[in-house]
């Protein structure tokens, strides 16, 4: 029989406990290094001179990578181990925040062309407040990727969960080595989009990419035919609306 979902709140410092060993796992592993970064950049795009937040961005990979492209970046966390480690990364000038994506964003209306928030909307619960603190923090016409668990993950995996019911779910991780218990929120993919247009989003892409073309083919899941793909994220890039409060 199909394992049943637990629940336990999971509370904004959690990756506090475990920082350092996620941070050394994401670097170079499978999921980070080679799947979601290089997707979300190709997403991007050029970034010269776009002003770009990260929201719980984690040691600070994305970020850097986007400053060698030449973007102007800011990033905050609910971890300030992980605000550390991104200090340690991006030094100690860089626009780095301990903030909580689900109270109000310590940024002016309009401060950035494009915000990032890759592999953290999955844990929570209610998005309404985080989409539309980042809606406020974007300009009129500018970007936002959101990276989170692939919806259809719970009907493979937890055959008894109902699609479409917002549930959470523990799962447990090894780290480089170090056993974390992480709490998703699993949404159906109509329950995401209702989120952004609610938020004042209109959805520009849905895309589910292969893992980068140079990944060592030693990371690959074994025995599938095609090895570059197989289901872990759903990536959106979503456009910020313009609303009446932009014209005022
Ligand atoms: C899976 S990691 C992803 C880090 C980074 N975005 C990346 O892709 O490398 C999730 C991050 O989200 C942060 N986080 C979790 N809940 C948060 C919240 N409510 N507000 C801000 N950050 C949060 C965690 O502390 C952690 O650093």
């Known amino acids: 029989m199909a394992p049943e979902p637990r629940t336990v709140e999971q509370q904004p410092d959690h990756y506090d406990t475990f920082a350092a060993a996620y941070a050394r ?3 170079n592993g499978l999921f980070n290094r080679w799947y979601a970064r290089p997707a979300v950049l190709a997403l991007l795009g050029e970034v010269a001179g776009r002003a770009i937040v990260d929201a719980g961005c984690g040691s600070g990979p994305l970020l850097s990578d986007l400053t060698d492209r030449g973007a102007s970046v800011a990033g905050f966390d609910s971890s300030r181990a ?3 480690l ?3 990364r991006l030094g100690s000038e860089a626009d780095l925040r301990v903030a909580d994506l689900t109270q109000t964003l310590p940024y002016d ?3 950035f062309d494009d915000a990032l928030a890759v592999l953290v909307l999955h844990y929570l619960q209610d998005w309404s407040r985080p989409l539309s603190e980042l809606r406020r923090v974007l300009k009129p016409g500018g970007r936002l990727v959101v990276v989170v668990n692939h919806p259809i993950i719970p009907p493979v995996m937890y055959p008894d969960v109902d699609y479409f019911a917002t549930v959470p779910n523990q799962e447990d991780y090894d780290f480089d080595g170090v056993r974390a218990t992480l709490t998703i929120w699993y949404r159906s993919l109509s329950a995401m989009s209702e989120s952004f247009t609610a938020s004042g989003f209109r959805i520009s892409t849905i895309s589910e990419p292969p893992v980068a073309p140079d990944t060592p083919p030693e990371l690959l899941p074994a025995n599938e035919t ?3 793909r197989f289901i872990g994220f759903i990536f959106f ?4 609306v ?3 409060q932009d014209l005022a």
């Open 25 to 27: 796992a994401n670097e």
């Open 82 to 84: 992980m605000i550390d």
């Open 86 to 88: 991104a200090r340690e």
């Open 109 to 111: 209306d309009a401060a």
């Open 226 to 228: 095609d090895p570059s």
């Open 237 to 240: 890039v979503l456009e910020a």
């Open 242 to 244: 313009q609303m009446r």
